[in-house]
C-alpha cells in the first residue's frame, strides 16, 4: 500500500508560478513510474505529466508542455511538479499518482487507469 499526500497548490496569478509536490510513504518510491493528473470543475480528469521509475524519461500533455515540468527525488520519495507561466484554464485540482512497479512508456503513463495509488489533490487557482 502507497500513500501519497500532495502539498503547494495555491492561487497565483496568470503568467506566476507554483511548484506542487507529492510525498509517498513507499520505500520503494523508486521503483514507481509516477503521474500528475488534474480535473477542473465539471470536467475529466486528465493526464499533465509523467515520469519513469528510472527518472531519466518524462511525457506532458501538450497543454502543458514548455511550461510545466516533473521530476522526483527518490531519496525523499517525493514527486515535484513545477508550473510556470500559469494560465486560467490551468486551475483545476492537481493528484499525484503512482502505477504498478517498474511501469513505463508513454502509452501506459498517461492512461490513469494504469495508477493504483492517488493523492487526495491539491487546489491550483490562476487567477486571469
Known amino acids: 500500500q502507497v500513500q501519497l499526500v500532495e502539498s503547494g497548490g495555491g492561487l497565483v496569478q496568470a503568467g506566476g508560478s507554483l511548484r506542487v509536490s507529492c510525498v509517498a510513504s513507499a520505500s520503494t518510491f523508486s521503483t514507481y513510474g509516477m503521474g500528475w493528473f488534474r480535473q477542473a470543475s465539471g470536467k475529466e480528469r486528465e493526464f499533465v505529466a509523467a515520469?519513469?521509475?528510472?527518472?531519466?524519461?518524462?511525457y506532458y500533455s501538450d497543454s502543458v508542455k514548455g511550461r510545466f515540468t516533473i521530476s522526483r527525488d527518490n531519496a525523499k520519495s517525493t514527486l515535484y511538479l513545477q508550473m510556470n507561466s500559469l494560465k486560467p484554464e490551468d486551475t483545476a485540482v492537481y493528484y499525484c499518482a503512482a502505477s504498478r512497479p517498474y511501469l513505463t512508456g508513454r502509452y501506459y503513463l498517461s492512461r490513469s487507469e494504469q495508477y493504483d495509488y492517488w493523492g487526495q489533490g491539491t487546489q491550483v487557482t490562476v487567477s486571469s
Open positions: 515520469i519513469a521509475w528510472t527518472g531519466g524519461t518524462t
